[in-house]
Each structure stands twice: as C-alpha cells, then as structure tokens.
Nanobody, 127 residues
C-alpha cells in the first residue's frame, strides 16, 4: 500500500514562506505510476471542514482555491515521486493541517474524490 508522506510544515510569522513536500513511498501503485496521478493539497483548520487548496494534473496543469491564488504554487517532480506546495505571503488564516492527496484527475481531486491521502503536516502562522 502506497504511503504519501508530507513534510515541511512548521511555525512561521505572517508574511513568511514555507515549502511543503509530499513524497509517495513507491513509484507505481494500483497499477499506475506516480506521474499518471493528479496530485493535490487540502487543509483543515481547527473547527472547520477540510477544504481544497490546490491540485496539479498529470500534465502539469495547476488549479487553486481563490483564497490562495497568487500566493501558493503547486508543482511536481515525477522523478522524485514528489509534489510540492510553495506557500508565500502566509497569514494566520492559513493555519491548518495540510494534507496531500492522489487522485485520477485534477477535477476529481477538486471534488475530494481522492484515492490516497497523507497523514498531514501542521502549518501555523503567527500574527
């Protein structure tokens, strides 16, 4: 069973930056290679529902939630089986546990129809 392992979270001041990483434990899972999966990031703040943040198709097309557009950038390195989320201009409202997910398409990920989920990494932004 593949594992998605997030890293890079931490405590940062408002206006600062973080780079989250999510590495798949194997190149091929459920008969498909990592490069053929769409990948995405979600977040869940205390007392709130999980929400979509960003996704990237297997062709490299990116989609973003309006709340992070222009501040966050999703990218992938298929040679490393890894997807990244560069977070700039962070503000306290970005404080949440961030989860990585893999799905069949970027549209499916947007609808939370994901095949695999990571365990999450905490991002805390102080004011």
């Amino acid at each position: 069973q593949v594992q998605l392992v997030e890293s890079g979270g931490g405590l940062v001041q408002a206006g600062g930056s973080l780079r989250l990483s999510c590495a798949a434990s194997q190149r091929t899972f459920s008969g498909r290679t990592f490069s053929s999966y769409a990948m995405g990031w979600f977040r869940q703040a205390p007392g709130k529902e999980r929400e979509f943040v960003a996704s990237i198709s297997w062709t490299g097309i990116a989609f973003y939630a309006d709340s992070v557009k222009g501040r966050f950038t999703i990218s992938r390195d298929n040679a490393k089986n890894t997807v990244y989320l560069q977070q700039n201009s962070l503000n306290p409202e970005d404080t949440a546990v961030y989860y990585c997910a893999a799905g069949r398409t970027a549209a499916a990920i947007y609808s939370s129809e994901c095949d695999y989920w990571g365990q999450g990494t905490q991002v805390t932004v102080s004011s």
